[in-house]
Nanobody, 118 residues
Framework: HVQLVESGGGSVQAGGSLRLSCAAS????????MAWFRQAPGEEREGVAT???????TYADSVKGRFTISQDRAKNTLYLQMNSLKPEDTDMYYC?????????????WGQGTQVTVS
């Protein structure tokens, strides 16, 4: 069983920045694919960014150029640096981890951290 603990959410004005963190209880995050998803009440969960075991990254078109996904592999921690935030970025943000990126939806999930942009 893998535990993921997110932090860093909060309220910010449009144009501001936040950095989300996700600490993973695994021996080495480098062995996994990790990602950030977001979801608003009543809506489907949306993929925001992924980072694969080889370090390659992907982003949703809506966040390209504004968000950056990264890892501190010594700390087994995933980050999401969010800049130039917009009101439409308001959502609950979730961290997920799986053995492969194709398995993220059935992997382990954190409890979520709320981001509110006004």
């Amino acid at each position: 069983h893998v535990q993921l603990v997110e932090s860093g959410g909060g309220s910010v004005q449009a144009g501001g920045s936040l950095r989300l963190s996700c600490a993973a209880s695994v021996s080495a995050v480098s062995h996994y694919c990790m990602a950030w998803f977001r979801q608003a009440p009543g809506e489907e969960r949306e993929g925001v960014a992924t980072i694969d075991s080889d370090g390659s990254t992907t982003y949703a078109d809506s966040v390209k150029g504004r968000f950056t996904i990264s890892q501190d592999r010594a700390k087994n921690t995933l980050y999401l640096q969010m800049n130039s935030l917009k009101p439409e970025d308001t959502d609950m943000y979730y961290c997920t981890i799986a053995s492969a990126c194709s398995r993220l939806m059935t992997g382990w999930w954190g409890q979520g951290t709320q981001v509110t942009v006004s």
